[in-house]
């Protein structure tokens, strides 16, 4: 979860109305997207039943009032085909997510505004109400003392190795099987990938060493580092290439005539 988010009022507003501490919104939010990920990738999680969404999310609560305050707080859309969507999950889902629809030539559902006003409104509304929502509005179309705002989304993956970090973790915990070690917390898992970010490493390549079919799913973190992230420290220095090599090195450095003169009796 991105440090943004813990912070915005939607976050807040649904710790308040649920009565959760802190840890607990994170949680259930955090168990929420991944459901999606594994259920209703193209955040259709609406067409799940509400008790089997409480199911997956350990609510232990009524599970229509957890619904109810998702919807108020902005966190599920009301949707008119699939009943329930997950706000903005296109844009915020996990890279891999993304690409996973893409392969398989899937879209993703969103909540766009209706072309035209219903048929049938009201009585009570003003009788002159347009027949059709304006297709954009332009400055000339607005009083003089006004201005369009910049609707330019801000480029949050920008900021750091946060946003791969992020989505390489839910990757992670996506594909993972079995039960995790106690030491292999959310926080945990995206310092590790964070740090391999900042060493280089490309994101695509990490994630699709996650990915990879063959890989065992039960395998803890430690180990994955080890054999993925941290190749380059485990190769030592380069063998000699010739016994004068061998006998330099012996006179430059007497820490390694041990280990060089089995490799030159080696030889010779």
């Given amino acids: 979860m991105k440090t943004t988010t813990i912070i915005s009022m939607k976050f807040l507003k649904l710790k308040r109305k649920l009565g959760l501490p802190h840890w607990q919104a994170v949680g259930l939010l955090e168990s929420m997207w991944v459901f999606a990920m594994a259920n209703a990738m193209a955040g259709d999680i609406g067409r799940h ?22 919807v108020a707080t902005g966190w599920l859309d009301v949707h008119p085909d699939c009943r329930l969507s997950i706000h903005d999950w296109e844009e915020h889902c996990p890279n891999f997510v993304k690409g996973v629809m893409t392969r398989h030539g899937k879209t993703f559902v969103s909540s766009t505004l209706p072309s035209k006003l219903p048929s049938s409104l009201p009585s009570n509304l003003p009788s002159n109400l347009p027949s059709s929502l304006p297709e954009q509005a332009t400055q000339s179309t607005l009083p003089s003392n006004l201005t369009l705002p910049n609707l330019t989304k801000p480029n949050l993956t920008g900021a750091g190795q946060e946003a791969p970090a992020h989505d390489l973790t839910t990757a992670w915990n996506f594909y993972a099987r079995g039960s995790r070690p106690g030491n292999e917390t959310f926080p945990k898992v995206i310092e590790v990938f964070a740090e391999a970010l900042r060493r280089g490493m490309s994101p695509s390549v990490i994630a699709a060493a996650i990915e990879d079919p063959k890989r065992d799913r039960t395998e803890p973190l430690f180990l994955f580092s080890d054999r993925e992230l941290r190749p380059q420290q485990r190769k030592g220095p380069a063998a000699p290439k010739s016994t004068e090599e061998i006998l330099n090195l012996m006179s430059a450095d007497p820490r390694q005539r041990d280990v060089l003169g089995v490799a030159y009796n080696g030889r010779n």
């Fill in 49 to 70: 039943s509400n008790e089997d969404i409480a199911t997956a999310l350990e609510w232990a609560g009524d599970a229509d009032q957890l619904i109810e305050n998702l």
